[in-house]
């Protein structure tokens, strides 16, 4: 019993620390995993028959959504879209999964071509397809695509989209399109104007109002880009795809800080909970309370949540910053636990070291406590890495594992310790 209780009291004392590790890599596994979907997604086109000139839009496609989803991963953003592939009259290449925006890309010759199919209005599209043998008359071709019979025929087929371009094209076309624009409320004052809604729509890259945005793409680099997509030979390193390139100390930082919060949380839940049921055990046994019970779980309610926010935000900031590869390629290569193990150890020996100059613990009970934390740490990490691999849900899986290995690592070096 006395062993599962130190077990207990290591896993509370480094519940922030394990809390923090598991955020650090949680963080750098779900950017690397995005990156990973889109190099995937690209390579695909490998058995596409398609032509360059003609893959390119769809290569587009897959960078604009994938590079956004990464950069909101990199910004903790629950914010998503997706590339749906949709042949519909006038629909969207990429929608917003859990917000409201669509978006249609256009990746022509030169800045006219694309301007002139980012602008195109109903009425343009039903007198370019009349040559090729439409027989059917206006309102019928606005029936057959469920389009409201009232519509001005001048509304862009792209009506409330956002219209991303080539990036080396936008400067023009913003020309292009204001130009047009002036010309046209001139000689249709009453009109729908489709060029000055073109321009108000239009960018070279996928945003939402989160700050979270798709890297800008050229014509030359989407044709470069379907060229490797078509052999296959998509990888990040070459699309500078890679945690080192994308994730900065700011990001790292921001990241530690909420993790930082959900350790002090839980190390406070963690301190406060045994005094808690001895106070309620107390009130049972004497039908009252004990004041300096109340001050004590107070008191303990603050020092754990402190002490669990500088553990977290240390631990988190550490493990991801060697994950993303910030701090060399080769402590990038170095598992995670280890890691870990090496963030407890270092802040539990510096508190220690304290101890022992304030005279309230010995040389030899420094050592003796190092060996053991690094024993049971060890046993904590690994467990956690098994039931987080098990119970897949962020921070939570970890920590449950963690407990264990905490406990089980306490009894059995205590059985070995003591004979």
Not at 56 to 80: L, M, P
Not at 137 to 153: A, Q, T, V
Not at 191 to 197: A, T
Request: charged share 25%.
């Amino acid at each position: 019993m006395e062993a599962f209780k130190e077990g207990y009291e290591f896993f509370e004392k480094n519940s922030g620390n394990f809390a923090g590790h598991a955020a650090g890599v949680h963080y750098i596994d779900a950017v690397e995993s995005e990156i990973k979907k889109l190099v995937n997604n690209l390579n695909e086109f490998k058995s596409s028959g398609a032509l360059i000139d003609t893959l390119k839009g769809d290569a587009a496609e897959f960078w604009h959504g994938g590079t956004f989803n990464i950069k909101a991963v990199i910004n903790s953003s629950k914010n998503r879209v997706q590339v749906d592939r949709s042949h519909d009259f006038g629909s969207p290449d990429i929608t917003g999964v859990n917000f409201d925006a669509k978006f249609g890309l256009k990746y022509y010759k030169d800045a006219t071509s694309t301007a002139k199919q980012q602008s195109k209005s109903i009425i343009d599209c039903y007198n370019d397809y009349k040559p090729k043998g439409i027989k059917d008359e206006f309102p019928i071709y606005l029936e057959k695509r469920s389009i409201d019979k009232e519509i001005d025929p001048n509304t862009t087929v792209y009506f409330e989209q956002h219209r991303i371009v080539p990036s080396d094209q936008l400067e023009e076309i913003n020309a292009i399109l204001e130009s047009k624009g002036r010309e046209y409320s001139i000689n249709s004052p009453k009109g729908f104007n489709k060029y000055e809604d073109t321009l108000n729509f239009l960018s070279d890259r996928v945003k939402d109002n989160k700050g979270n945005e798709s890297i800008p793409l050229s014509k030359q680099e989407a044709h470069d880009l379907a060229q490797l997509a078509k052999e296959g030979s998509v990888n990040p390193e070459d699309l500078h795809l890679t945690t080192e390139e994308l994730i900065k100390y700011t990001n790292i930082l921001r990241q530690a800080y909420k993790a930082g919060l959900t350790a002090a949380t839980i190390s406070m839940a963690l301190r406060v909970a045994p005094e808690i049921l001895n106070a309620i055990a107390y009130l049972i046994k004497n039908g009252e309370i004990e004041e300096g019970q109340l001050k004590k779980i107070g008191f303990l309610a603050i020092t754990g949540a402190g002490e669990g926010f500088v553990r977290g935000t240390v631990s988190a900031a550490i493990t991801a910053s060697c994950k993303a590869g910030l701090c060399g390629s080769a402590m990038k290569s170095i598992d995670p636990s280890v890691v870990g193990a090496v963030t407890v150890l270092v802040m539990n020996s510096m508190k220690n070291s304290y101890q022992v100059t304030t005279g309230n613990m010995s040389r030899s009970e420094m050592v003796n406590e190092l060996i053991k934390e690094m024993f049971v740490t060890t046993c904590a990490l690994s467990m956690g890495s098994v039931s987080q691999s098990l119970i897949e849900i962020p921070v939570l899986g970890y920590l449950i594992g963690s407990f264990v290995g905490s406990v089980a690592g306490s009894v059995i070096y205590s059985s070995i310790y003591n004979p």
